[in-house]
């Protein structure tokens, strides 16, 4: 079976069905190993989100 970057990129969770058709063509010339490193990228914003969801930052400015 041919390597479908699109389809990797939706098992990782990525909403591809939103791309437009220019975004696809660009997705669908990826290799794995690009497609590898995104999802990689993808894992660890989504864990630095993790850790600071709920904290809140209040900024008062004055004058």
Request: glycine share 4%.
């Amino acid at each position: 079976m041919a390597f479908d970057p699109i389809r990797k990129l939706s098992e990782a969770g990525n909403s591809v069905d939103m791309l437009t058709d220019e975004q696809k063509a660009a997705f669908s010339s990826l290799t794995e190993h690009e497609v590898e490193v995104l999802t990689s990228v993808q894992a660890k914003l989504a864990t630095a989100s993790a850790e600071v969801e709920g904290q809140d930052v209040n900024i008062i400015r004055i004058g």
